[in-house]
């Protein structure tokens, strides 16, 4: 159908943080989308890269869940299910599993649902959301808040996250509550409150532009932030000098003015290395360390026990690199730091975060245009999701929830009492505490913790001995294999909903298709589920409860769903009407209590399980360009699947050749923890001791080797390094 026959609905894309907007154009009379094509934005300029463009099909996948589910009598107890996913695929699918090849009952590659589906009979939304209501009630009523907790998701819109919050603070007294952030920026959003008072980017990606110099650390922005990563490219054409640091090459440290390929886990010696030489060399701005910082002289103290000859014995990285980057970084004029969750996925996640924010203050670097700190933020609401209070230590806008004063503003603001006064468990510390018989409840919208968390063996443990657990998701995930009742839920083509960017531009989502069967909008199901609670809800549309977050988040002050317009809006923003709001923050202070940028000095230590002779590679996970997180949207889409349709493992070619194997032959990857069968892949991008796995395999999970240490402050595992062997099979 031409164009010209096509309604276009402008929309935003759901999958990485870039949040880039685009036109779905739809054909009406079959009541599908014909194609996507990107839109003018400020972040994006119309461009989209390959998930944005063909990654929407899966919408109307035959799988999509139509009709509430409870799991029956016979079907205890839960772990049963959810045996296959152990690796035994061979790194291969099962010939119905190939969307487009069959597009019948399991197109997606995903769970099995003729195995699993038996298990559960359909129910009436009336008869389910009883159901919920009265076994988590009864949880709550015998176990108290600790016993009830909830995983939302960075999928969901702002409101809906809002919405989630709000009900298991308000209802079940818990702040119990939390997201995909935990397993993403959680350190990097520790380390930046503590030193600068706030989560969120001081300045845009877009703000490359400006600077004369760019660090991209610990992040693969052309595979994770593609539209981002064109505006670096675009970027270094002009003059902008990148600085590509990173264990794994990529396509980024070819169009690097310096590669550094560092040893996975050293970041803090390495970045302790280049600030010790930017002082030696007296590179630091002494006006803005005196006027805008504390704690310098520790820092100093600190860093001066790292010469660049004792970071390079740590790091692998030659003395005279570091010092080069000292120069290039310190004689600049503006600079940004990019970094990804290669600094963030570690137990020393916030100490590396730390080192991060330090070397932009020590040089002046923060509230400038050109300058900056920005977090490549993972998911395209995960920002926004954060910001509204879907974590277990903050309410929205990052307000402490263990500060009697806030506390008592939202009960006000709420109509409630009694909220909960400590911080809450985070994703990681709520799998321990249902082992240890803590929380027996748990309410997961949107989340997949089966695949996403580490050490999925434990998960399956903890899983399966919960009392009750209900999952809300539009796919029967592997998480939905343990749960007693399952919702199905809209896709975002089915619904409004606004999204906050890795750039703090809070845009609007529109619905573009009509769900399927019976499926409802998140925040429909859980204002009908508050209801059934006692709660006196009554949104009538998300712009309603767009107005309450704005009510109690001062950061989102002077926006409303409408002015948000086409382009969405940066926050923060003092005329919205006129302006697309603030690029550079922290011009004048930072939002800490005394307006300095705290200085928190970092050591060096090493990962928790190092290689050893049974274990001696070192194991990095992480996403590839085609899919998405646990692949249960992108694997149901026909152009990223075939294009990526298999697990593999990424190996040097002399640890490939020393072991004997040969691209393309399939190979066991065991750690302490597990084993999976995948293919292999000899890349020289790979350094030579070191293996990538992409986590969105079911067939050959990842998350099956990693190890669930986790980082003390930000509580994030260590995704990014645990000890494995790769063999013949
Ligand atoms: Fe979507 Fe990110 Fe690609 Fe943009 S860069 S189209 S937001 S996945």
Known sequence: RPRAELEQVESVCPYCGVGCALTYNVDRERGAISFAEGRDQPGSQGRLCVKGRYGWDYAASPQRLTVPLIRREESYPKGALSADVRGEGNGKRRKDDRPGKDRGRKPGGLVDYDEVLPHFREATWDEALDLVARRLSGIHADGGPGAIAGFGSAKCSNEEAYLFQKLLRTRFRTNNIDHCTRLCHASSVAALFEGIGSGAVSTTYGDVVNADVVIITGSNPTANHPVASSFFKQARRKGTKIIYIDPRASTVSEHADVFCQLKPGTDVAFYNGVMHEVIRLGLFDREFIANRTSNYDELARTVADYPPERAAQITGVPAEQITEVAKLWGGAGAGIIYWGMGISQHTTGTDNARCLIAMCAITGNVGKPGSGLHPLRGQNNVQGASDVGLIPMFYPDYQKADDPGVRERFEQAWGVTGLDPDRGLTVTEIIGSILAGGVRGMYMLGENPFLSDPNINKVRKALSTLDFLVVQDIFLTETAEFADVILPATSYLEKDGSYTNTDRRVQRGRKVLDPPGQARADWEIVQDLAQRLGLDWHYAHPGEVFDEMVAVMPSYANLSYDNLGLSGKLYPNDDPEHSDGTVVMFDESFNTDDGLAHLVPAEWLPAKELPDAEFPLVLNTGRLL????????????????????????????????????????????????????????????????????????????????????????????????????????
């Open 626 to 729: 085609e899919h998405w997180h646990t692949g249960s949207m992108t694997r149901r889409s026909y152009a990223l699947d075939a294009i990526s349709p298999e697990a593999e493992v990424y190996m040097h070619p002399k640890d490939a050749a020393d072991r004997g194997l040969t691209h393309g032959e399939i190979v066991r990857a065991r750690s302490r923890r597990g084993e999976i069968e995948l293919k292999l892949r000899v890349s020289h991008r790979e350094a030579l001791g070191n293996c990538f796995i992409a986590f969105h395999f079911r067939e050959a999970a990842a998350n099956l080797l990693t190890i669930d240490e986790i980082d003390p402050t930000g509580k994030i595992p260590e995704f990014k390094f645990c000890a494995v062997q790769v063999e013949a099979i």
